[in-house]
């Protein structure tokens, strides 16, 4: 077996097996297989693609190149929840609080922010003091004693992913749905969970915009999680136009703690309960979906999981007084309002555009090594479906950069389409899916 | 314009320009794109494929990596050969002394062994003393004054064609069109030549085997070649079983300096005849491809090409005496005939097994870095269409690896077919081509 072999194989659209999936994927972690070798098949998996079975290997490959949590000494049934990305996406760190609270253990490993998308890590890194590099023993028992975790990928979990995505990065070869799915689940199964609530993005704002694909996305994950011992669900919902009303790391934070005191945006409220009712529900404190969704929204009502929010904060490290006086957060050196030129209704806010004009902001970063500037973002003033008039503000920009305002102000405006007559609200949960309908 | 957006481009199944080929081929070739994005690039080429403004775009960019030699000092039309490689194909080392005797200047780059097949430039280093390594003006002068000169690509040749063909060996992208037109292409125009005759092979024993990719592939050299100026032609020949009777470096050389004395087999020299009065008619020294033939069997005949061959050894050192007694070179360790089990005729050789067992017998190179055993090979006594009787010698193996003499002669034996009933010699040559009927 020879890594040229595997290559041809692959090239020629031929299924691998097991073994040479294997073989592949640690001699290259170890560095016995170069990173050219591994980017002529990662390129030839992007365009012949893998199946079910691969899938799987392909998971298994990356989940054994490291280490795997073992969590029975906690009790419980553990549930993590898994979002593929978008814009203003900041329902993990709402949701685990609520689900903690409702006595779930919540053990999540989270990403950066990536392209246009926003990731958890920055956003929970823009907290004074908060960290996410926690060894494997402090996590276990923080998870023990707090009951939720937030940290990111350690080089113990799935080193061949992170080696493979940072390769991934540079050879146009990340929108792969076997590649994702392996990245995704690997890290997931080695967090020790026992179920997984799947939140794949559609839309423009997320890495498949088209629905076919979210959909083979969710099923190849689910199909990947279930093999491996794990209850596994997924909603395909919608990220066309930015989740709640802020996009920027300290911004979307401060968003989060109007949600935790329940005075949270309608769509994002939606999605953040759905999930975490699926949570509670699979995690076997509740009946159904339903009673799951029910006890989130009580657990929300009653201030439990705001408290739960800050003890977890306070175990990470984070300045848990700043939260209660956000106010007392550095500000942006620039804020740029812009208000509506007309009157009408918003249609859509494209999510992929506010995402590039965020990062341009200093919210994300253009290259791995740049700084990400916490307090630059947008707020929005209204959501699809909502009523403007002329010279109401629609959104504000918060920068330290100068120069890039009127081109933000004006990529941002652009991504606003508007409408003369009524429009509803979009449709944000498309379709659930378990073992039982994929 | 990055990297990237580039791999991205051609992932997705479009056409990139001659601005975008240009950049990347020259950043790679100085090192700012490194090897892994430039195999991501590759396996894209691969599986989705170039168009011929493409191809001429890449083979252009190869071209200018480095230097393009100017002949213009050196009177008369300078016509080369090129064959796509085979197992026995020593027809450049018969065919240039022929035509260079009728007055043609022949400046020819050729290549090593690669995989099953032979190369000319190992052939001629088995002749001891003889440099393939000339600088440029050594390369001209001796043009000049012997009228041929049989050379290797030098670092000045064709530099990003070099860097990329090391990296498609090890990535699997070896066998794509675009890709291969575009090596050969670039070291053909970068010698300086003003016309060209290709020798596509096809069958078992080639690279591209389908007959159908040999004439893509052809058709593409062509198109390449007229676009740069060069009157380019094409055959299509046969390379199923190994051309004339012998393989192997030192063995091949034997056989050359039969051919030379006229002696050779029926199918090297159609071949080579074929070639060379082709070579002779674009050289402007015949009125028609058939008197060029003719003349090309005269110069054999008047011993006027093998003192041509004597004095290109000769001029590049050597060693003259050898060539006119050969029988003084050392011979292998080991000799193992195998004999006919029965009587019937021969049928087909399998030129790919026997060019894998020449390699294992010590003819050529496992890996890049092996030394080659110039006297090890096989010497066959019998050609498709003969009749044999049980008993006869079917070939003889030389090697100086005891030890894999029973699998050689296993595997060797085995890639003869026979048949009980007689069978005519294979068709060798398919297809005449150039521009008027591509």
Redesign the interface.
Known sequence: MT??EI??KK?DGLSLSAEEIKFFINNYTTGRI???????L???I???GMDDQESRFLTDAYLHSGQVLDLSEIPGIKVDKHSTGGVGDKVSIILAPIVAAAGIPVPMISGRGLGHSGGTLDKLESITGFRIDYTRKEFIDKLKTVGACLIGQTKEIAPADKKIYA?RD????VQSIPLIAASIMSKKIAEGIDALVLDVKTGVGAFMSSYEKSLNLARTLIRIGEEAGKKTVAYITDMNSPLGRTVGNWLEIVECIDCLKNKGPNDLMEITHLLSGTMIYLGGKSESIEDGISLSKHLLKDGSAWEQFLRIVDAQDGDVALLKEPEFYAESEFKADFPAPEDGWIKSINAFEVGTAAVLLGAGRQRSEDMIDYKAGVRFYFKPGEKVNKGDLLFTLYTDKKEIIPFALEKISAAITTSPVAVSPPRLIHTYLDKTNI
Chains 1, 2 share one sequence.
């Open positions: 890594a040229y290559i041809s090239r170069a990173d050219y070798q591994m980017s002529a990662l390129m030839a992007f365009l012949n390769l540079v050879t146009a070869t």
